[in-house]
């Protein structure tokens, strides 16, 4: 989180959840590498995962037990991705599920497994018979902020939120935690991220909730372009806050939960970016004006995946003919570049395709000095919008990642 | 050119083209930047340019003098792209042919102006009074090794290559130079490449020629992605070969020249991405048993586009799940992953989406070691293929653009 800060928010326990972990060793020996979290009967369990046809064995198995329906236990380890792992791996992951179930005294199918890490090496199984049976002594409400850490890979620091929010007169709790920093760009779900509320929320509502507020936020990000086999995102509602019953979307109480719950998971996002592999800026690329939303997010994500444009801005170069060759690529014949605008947090650079007649380059030098930038950039042809967060390219990102698995 | 050696070919004089250069002092005092062709009378040019929406200013004076016919000379700077430059940018191009035409004696329209180098500058008008004569007065028919230098920015070794073919009994030599090292993505045209030969070529075959050529190599090329406001590829036929007549595409002369013309631009192509920023490793991403070229073309460019694959095979790791999860995200739901094979340099590793049984680690190590890196993937469903030429991603890549400027 070198990017400016996001200050840790202190999980809130949710009524109907426990949360314990344990140091398996995978990968790391200092530190707790597995999460488990216990749902109370009666909850209610929506998901969404990568669309990577390479999807991880955790990835097929949960997305099975979810379909069983009455999970009671989610399984999570960090430090291997079991994804590229074949049969083997399935079989891997279905075992874990089986252990947790022992233990919990339900069946296998309710427990769903989810795995981050390095891919391609089999789970160790044997650490798994160890661990989680200490992880499932330690289940207590409390332990969510130690189970933000222990989801953690190239992640420097732990990412969790709280919101308490009034639905039906009745306090209600929504806290997630989410791990990634890089192989970061989310397709349809993202990263790993666990949200929980005590409210009670129908079955065939909690996946549209969870589907508007991952789209404006973990479908809006990128700090490489790259999209993970292992990425899911699930939303647990305990039921236990018992007069606060969300029973249809397009409700006061509906509009409440997804308020909360689309804020907690922008938070998670943006804590994401700003915790991206290397990162030494938080980049928000907004642009308006185009004919429709396709169109600026296309134009958003073009720019924001820029090599580039990212380098520039690491190095504190306004170099924004950079920008303009990455708009450029996108819009081809059909962008009107005479009526292009791009502001870099608030200083008019690009004006008419070229340079903004009061632009001068100390003014956009002390723009991108700061930490956090903004780029803006108006099409002009449209009223549409879209927004995209994302972080610099830095010596730290390519040092990370090349010296992932030595 | 650090990802293996592509020995410097000498570049073959070809009847009916002189070139001078000279040093205009546009960005570096140190070196020629200005590079100036003269074409005999009755040459023929083809062309084509990069499809960026902000496209610079020499790019659109080329392609309306293009037009006009009757092409006389080149005249080509490094340093300054006089792009993002507008209406001015434009005019500055137009004073740049003036100066050129009143040293040749022709129209202004008969000059093609070419810029590469620091996007969103105005150019120096002043140095290029100054410049071009020197470089007019030092016309001949040996220049082009010099003009293969003077159009570099951050290359380090020039490219040139020379073929001589027999058409219809009689030699014809085709000699191109190129320049580019980053911001490379071509789109439909790339970089800056000047191609010549001194068959005669009849003015509708010459473009189709050149379209052939350019698809099969700098369209099969990317360094990082992002596609140049200045990309432009020419070739000019002098015709001074007088009985190497070609007419027509699909004739035997045509066949020869195509085969000349595609052999030079694949061997640019491919010294570019040697030569490309940073790079330490070159490698050749070979997508087959596609249904068709798009979706292998896809394949290939989301592998030889992923920070993650270059991060790690800079690192010489043999990091085969990221290769995967690149394949991954771009078939989605449509690719069977239990078909997908994957190779590297001839070491089977990936089989039925998982590791190959015979795969162990340390042949994966022995063969990311070398510079020279073939990515074999074969999707398993088709008889399509289609190739991708790349580099990793280094550490002096981000240094390279983050001190582009500075």
Redesign the interface.
Known sequence: MVAGVIPPNAPVAVAGVRVGTACAGIRRTDRDDIALFELASGTTCAAVFT?????AAPVIAARRHLQHGAARYLLVNSGN?N???????LADALATCAIVARLGGCAAEQVLPFSTG???QRLPLERFCDAVPRAFAGLHADGWAAAATAIMTTDTVAKAKSITVSVKAEPVTVTGIAKGA??I?P?MATMLCFLATDAWVAADVLPKLLAAAVEASFNRITV??????NDACLVAATGQASAARVTAVNSEAGAALQAALSEVCGFLAEAIVRDGEGASKFIRVLVDGGRNEGECLAVAYAVA????VK??L??C?A????I??????V?????D?HKVRVALNGVRI?E????AADYCEEAGQAAVRSSDIAIHISLGVGTARAQVLTCD???D???I??????
């Open positions: 669309r990577n046809a390479f999807c991705a994804a590229g792992t074949g049969e083997r791996g390095v891919i391609g890089g192989m760009r397709d490489d372009g790259d999209t993970s086999t995946q820029s090599p580039l380098t520039a690491f190095a170069d170099n924004w003919g950079r303009l060759a990455a708009v450029g690529r819009g081809r014949d059909d962008l570049i690009v008419g395709g070229g340079r390219l830095s010596f990102y390519v040092r990642n090349a010296e992932y698995r030595t």
